[in-house]
């Protein structure tokens, strides 16, 4: 079965950075567009980038353009986010996808950025 397994996650002060990553298994990863959302408190999903399956066609949520960047890399299966001059409203539980729109979801891994 499809499993996403977000790592990564953590408590970094304004400014600083993150890298997430999800190992994806269960399906043929090089076929599927893969995804970051995010969730914060009170607030409803929301995507924060997309990559097709040769990384050819990326989309960023405003939010993220000129800070957080996705990749992929196929071999290992693996998706990552880098998160760069991260502010306090990034704070927020981020999700790895399968497609777009999501077909699946990973469990999430917490980002929380506070002084």
């Known amino acids: 079965q499809v499993q996403l397994v977000e790592s990564g996650g953590g408590l970094v002060q304004p400014g600083g950075s993150l890298r997430l990553s999800c190992a994806a298994s269960?399906?043929?990863?090089?076929?599927?567009?893969m995804g970051w959302y995010r969730q914060a408190p009170g607030k409803a999903r929301e995507l924060v980038a997309t990559i097709t399956p040769t990384g050819g066609s990326i989309n960023y949520a405003d939010f993220a353009k000129g800070r957080f960047t996705i990749s992929r890399d196929n071999a290992k299966k693996t998706v990552y986010l880098q998160m760069n001059s991260l502010k306090p409203e990034d704070t927020a539980v981020y999700y790895c996808t399968q497609r777009y729109p999501p077909s699946y979801w990973g469990q999430g891994t917490q980002v929380t950025v506070s002084s």
């Open positions: 269960g399906f043929t990863f090089n076929t599927y567009t």
